[in-house]
């Protein structure tokens, strides 16, 4: 029901119900709220947020289920149930919107936008496109928040510029993009900050969090102690993690849609404005004795021209010097010292300035709406609230500006939208009596006469231009103003006050007196760049820096004077309030309840000071200033319909007519009521809270009633349960003990049933098997005397050998029995598959091995003939290999894997080699590399060895011609050892031509082949075997003598072939391994 909650709640949920309204009595109701966490009240369709300062769990899913769709007076106040009216209204009543969070630094307004923000993207609608959309406006804000946010005294996390961002709808209420809107950064932060204060977080986020490759690549070292415009100090955030943030920005700049060029170019500008804060300026003079300045560290210098790619006379030429055009003449003159620091620090300034405008520039770019459909606007709006330091300045001018107009467009739009439902239900119009700030508007802004122009003309006027000369000038001007006042003014009045300086001047604002210090104000407000730095920055080749100053163009360089800062700000403010005007408010104050930023801690100076800032008491009066409380009718029946006998406890006509019995029912004063179209309107918050002390106590009678009523009727109810559950439990007794007399009857019937069934079975199981055994002796008996009787009847034709010739019919069936069973389980036909089924019976076993013999060779036969003939000559040449070396030499087995191949030489492709080629003839069989062993000393000399089928050839290699040609049939055998190694021995016969060199002693990487393949050459060429002694000693014949040789086995490796060593004249050594 309406107004439930706001009623319902601790305190006064809505101040316009507050009764007695004063500043003491609404202090006390938003302390109390704030002291139980209730953070949040309304003003009407207003709404207060304090700041907690510690989480509170009023943000969940769950929360915004809870406010989506609601009524707005329906709930406890909430910053969800404003962001939800202004999107139904948006969406269902096709109204632009405008939300408009204002509070002074600390109050909590970046917050406040995050949360209307989150609201939106969780109530709309969902699917990829949206979700985009969604995403990218919601990644602005850490991208906004890490360029444009610092750390003040009052606030970790203070926005140091002005925020307004449209969000385009489609007609189902779909985010389609944005454009954002940015009003006056803060950029003297850039080079001055106060100690304990930050500079903007970019700084110290891209330190802490760029990678070691990053920061080496921009020129930055990670301690933040480095660089002057940090204070050279490294302040920390409590709770806050730059580095972290940090990859929270890169993140959100490539959800927005950054490329990564673009992302390196921003960082590469942050660092140039980082490390120009270091560039150190020495004082020279010229020759003419001028003072002059220098830059004092070059490396600074260049490596800000390394970043930027700009020439280091440049930059250090329009750092140092400012040229000056007079009659068409240019005038370089050099600069001071003090005027070197000021241009650095503009430069600075303006560098950052301008990126931050790129910034918002190129984010706009990726949100902006890219269909040309019909949109719905809705505003969000975060801008700085009233500002009153110790010492206010141009920007605090400026800011409190902003809130003045503000403040006009609130009281106007309230005042509007009250009279328009005034109107819409009826109610004759009482004007309302409230202050007009307009005065103090045009006091500011008027084009002729207001304080931004006197300061512009001040700024333009030719001649000695200081704050002094433009504070003498308000004073002629304003002598009479009732809202302005300085020394002068004073004193023409006959007024002492001390607390008003010389040189400041002070302004009635509707939030109370500032004073405002002339100091920095044209220079301010003036803003100016040297043209020698815009075209210096113009002539860097960084594309993003080159961008920022299209001014420097010498082809398009204008004279013309850049609009003042002031003149700037002004005509934003006037766009800004133009768009609002043509926007649904609504608004969100915030306010700071402590400078400690302490939960639970409410300052009661400092919160009034708010109060009055924003005009809460001002705005609750103008909202009840006719009728405090209206609400439907329907709502209002339903609330208040139990005070009346007729409309109790149904009415059955129109709920206007039910509204007004009900009222003219009670002692309520008609002039406090008013009847409109749809709503009732009360006068006063006493009617109001009247009738609800009314409603509570006829609600704890009607309570009393229904409690009364309901245990009666509980009682009856129980009786009536009771007298059933007797009945009930008496009617199952009496079946039950029935049930159980039945149950034993049965029980005893079914056993003797089982008992004379068991009997008669048992006697039938008996007679049974009596007539069974009988039957069978029958059998038996019969069956004995049949075969007596008919042995006896063919005993005279039994043979005398029937007893063998069973014997053999046994046997012939049992070896039938045999093959047909071995027929059906013989093994595979791979030739190395030895397996074999063993013999059923022992008289088989020699059988059996011998048919297992049989097989295995039908099937190596069977395996031979479907090989090719080039695979069965290799076997054939395996097999004779074995024939001659297996089980006698060890360098058989190592030989099994290696294919024969004949021919190591290459003596076709070998040029070199075709003289021995030719005295082969084409009967070449095997052609090798030997070493052969010298007789006298043991050392072995390589040899090309050359098997054909009559002769063997041994030729030098380094010359390929034959030294030694041996005929096959002089070749008596050959020796070899029984160890893994190629030494053998060429025994000659003595009467051939070759022996009376003696036997041959040669050593060959392919013994096995060499020796097989002599061993089938001499066969086929002499019919007769190669005698082949294995033997590790044996007797070889030289030229006159013989010795022995034996072979001997070492474990040391010392060589690749064998050695040979000659002990003695008789006997020589081989060593193998």
């Known amino acids: 029901m309406e107004a439930m909650a706001v009623l319902d709640t601790i305190g006064v949920g809505d101040l316009v119900l507050l009764d007695p309204l004063t500043e003491d009595t609404l202090m006390q109701n938003l ?13 009407g369709n207003v709404v207060i947020s304090v700041n907690p300062y510690q989480p509170l769990p009023i943000y969940s899913e769950k929360t915004v289920e809870e406010y989506k769709s609601c009524n707005f007076f329906a709930v406890k106040p909430h910053i969800y149930a404003i962001a939800d009216d202004a999107y139904r209204s948006l969406k269902e009543q096709d109204k632009d919107q405008c939300v408009l969070i204002t509070g002074e630094s600390g109050a909590g307004k970046t917050e406040a936008s995050k949360l209307v923000m989150s609201y939106l993207a969780a109530v709309c609608g969902k699917g990829e496109q949206v979700n985009c959309v969604k995403e990218q406006l919601l990644q602005s804000n850490p991208v906004l928040e890490a360029f444009g946010n610092a750390k003040t005294i009052r606030n970790d996390n203070s926005s140091r510029f002005g925020k307004y961002m449209d969000i385009e709808f489609d007609f189902k209420g779909d985010p389609l993009g944005g454009v954002i809107n940015n009003y006056l950064l803060e950029k003297s932060r850039v080079v001055h900050h106060v100690r304990g204060e930050r500079n903007f977080h970019i700084f110290y986020q891209l330190l802490a969090g760029g990678s070691d490759q990053l920061l080496s690549q921009l020129k930055l070292e990670r301690n933040c102690s480095l660089y002057g415009y940090l204070n050279r100090e490294a302040p920390s955030l409590q709770g806050v993690d730059d580095a972290a943030n940090f990859r929270a920005v890169q993140d959100a700049m490539r959800a927005i849609g950054f490329s990564p060029s673009e992302v390196t170019a921003v960082l590469e500008v942050t660092a140039v404005v980082l490390k120009l804060g270091n560039v150190q300026l020495g004082e020279q003079f010229q020759a003419s004795g001028a003072e002059a300045c220098g830059i004092r560290d070059d490396k600074v210098v260049w490596e800000i021209c390394q970043l930027i790619q700009l020439s280091e ?31 650095r620090d503009a430069l600075a300034k303006n560098i950052y300035n301008r990126l931050f405008n790129w910034l918002v520039s190129r984010i706009n770019e990726s949100i902006k709406v890219k269909t040309n459909e019909q949109k719905k606007v809705m505003g969000v709006l975060d801008i700085y609230g009233f500002e009153i330091f110790q010492n206010n300045s141009f920007e605090q001018f400026i800011i409190n500006y902003c809130n003045e107009k503000l403040q006009q467009i609130f009281i106007l739009l309230t005042l509007k939208e009250e009279q328009e439902e005034y109107i819409r239900e009826g109610i004759t119009w009482t004007p309302v009596d409230f202050f007009d700030n307009s005065i103090i508007c045009d006091l500011i802004e008027d084009s002729k006469g207001g304080i931004l122009a006197m300061l512009d003309e001040e700024c333009l006027r030719p001649g000695e231009v200081n704050e002094a000369t433009f504070l003498n000038k308000l004073n002629h001007v304003f002598e009479k103003h009732k809202h302005y006042e300085s020394r002068v003014t004073q004193n023409a009045k006959h007024i002492m006050d001390a607390s008003l300086p010389a040189n400041c001047f002070r302004i009635h604002h509707y939030a109370g007196k500032v004073t405002y210090n002339v100091a920095g104000f044209i220079e301010k407000n003036n803003d100016l760049l040297f043209r020698d730095l815009s075209q210096a920055m113009w002539k860097a080749k960084h594309v993003l820096l080159h961008s920022l100053f299209p001014e420097g163009d010498l082809q398009k360089a204008s004279l013309k004077r ?22 649904n408010p609504n608004y969100i ?49 339903e609330r208040y319909k139990m005070l009346c006998r007729e409309t109790w406890p149904r009415w059955k006509g129109n709920a206007r007519d039910g509204v007004q019995s009900l009222f003219s029912s009670l002692p309520i004063d008609p002039k406090e009521l008013a009847y409109g179209h749809t709503k009732i309107f009360i006068r ?22 229904i409690q009364a009523t309901f245990r009666a009727w509980k009682c009856r109810k129980n009786y009536q349960q009771i007298r059933k ?61 049949r075969g007596y009787q008919t042995r006896k009847g063919y005993k005279k034709y039994f043979r005398s050998g029937a007893s063998e010739c069973i014997t053999n019919f046994i046997y012939r069936r049992l070896v039938q029995k045999f093959l047909l069973g071995l027929k059906n389980s013989l093994p595979s036909m791979t030739v190395t598959d030895h397996a074999w089924p063993p013999a059923p019976y022992q008289f088989l076993t020699v059988t059996n091995k011998e048919l297992k013999n049989i097989f295995h060779h039908w099937r190596c036969k069977k395996y031979r003939d479907q090989l090719p003939p080039q695979k069965k000559e290799a076997l054939q040449d395996k097999l004779c290999a074995s024939e001659l070396f297996r089980g006698k030499k060890s360098l058989y087995l190592k030989s099994l894997p290696q294919p024969f191949q004949g021919e190591y030489l290459g003596l076709k492709e070998n040029p070199k080699y075709r003289k021995l080629q030719t005295t082969a003839d084409g009967k070449l069989v095997m052609a090798d590399s030997v070493r052969k062993v010298n007789r006298a000393d043991g050392k072995a000399s390589p040899r090309i060895f050359l098997l054909t089928k009559s002769h063997i050839i041994l030729a030098d290699p380094k010359v390929a011609q034959p030294k030694t040609v041996i005929t096959l049939s002089d070749i008596d055998s050959v020796s070899v050892s029984s160890y893994a190694d190629g030494f053998f021995v060429l025994h000659i016969r003595e009467s051939s031509t070759a022996g009376t060199k003696g036997d041959f002693l040669l050593i060959s990487d392919h013994l096995i082949e060499l020796v097989t393949r002599l061993h089938q050459t001499l066969l086929e060429a002499t019919k007769q075997k190669l005698k082949l002694q294995v033997a590790d000693e044996f007797l070889v014949k030289f030229k006159q003598s013989s010795i022995t040789v034996k072979v001997v086995e070492t474990a040391e490796k010392q060589g690749a072939a064998p050695i040979c060593r000659k002990k003695g004249s008789r006997r020589m050594e081989v060593l193998v391994h």
């Open 725 to 785: 559950s007797q009945i009930l439990i008496s009617s199952w007794f009496r079946g039950h003990v029935q049930k159980k007399k039945y149950t034993k009857i049965k029980m005893a019937a079914l056993l003797i049933q089982a008992y004379i069934r068991g009997w008669k079975s048992r006697r039938l199981l008996w007679e049974l098997k009596e007539q069974k055994k009988c039957t069978h002796a029958a059998t038996i008996i019969s069956a004995y005397w």
């Open 589 to 637: 104050r915030c306010i700071k309840p402590n400078d400690t930023k302490e939960p639970a801690v409410f300052t009661d100076a400092l919160v009034r000071a708010q109060v009055r800032y924003l005009g809460l008491l001002e705005n609750v009066r103008v909202r009840r200033a006719g009728y405090a409380y209206r609400q439907l009718y329907n709502p209002c029946l």
């Open 562 to 583: 850049p609009p003042t800062t002031g003149s700037q700000f002004k005509a934003s403010v006037a766009t800004l309030m133009k768009n609002l005007y043509s926007k």
């Open 313 to 343: 006379t440049v930059l250090e030429q329009a750092l140092c010097s400012r040229t000056v055009e007079a009659h068409q003449e240019k005038v370089v003159t050099t600069l001071t010292i003090s005027q070197g620091y000021y241009v």
């Open 684 to 705: 006063t918050p006493r009617t109001l809270f009247d009738l609800e002390d009314r409603r509570h106590r006829r609600v704890e009678e009607l309570a009393a009633v």
């Open 31 to 43: 302390e109390k709220r704030f002291q139980h966490k209730e953070i949040y009240t309304y003003i």
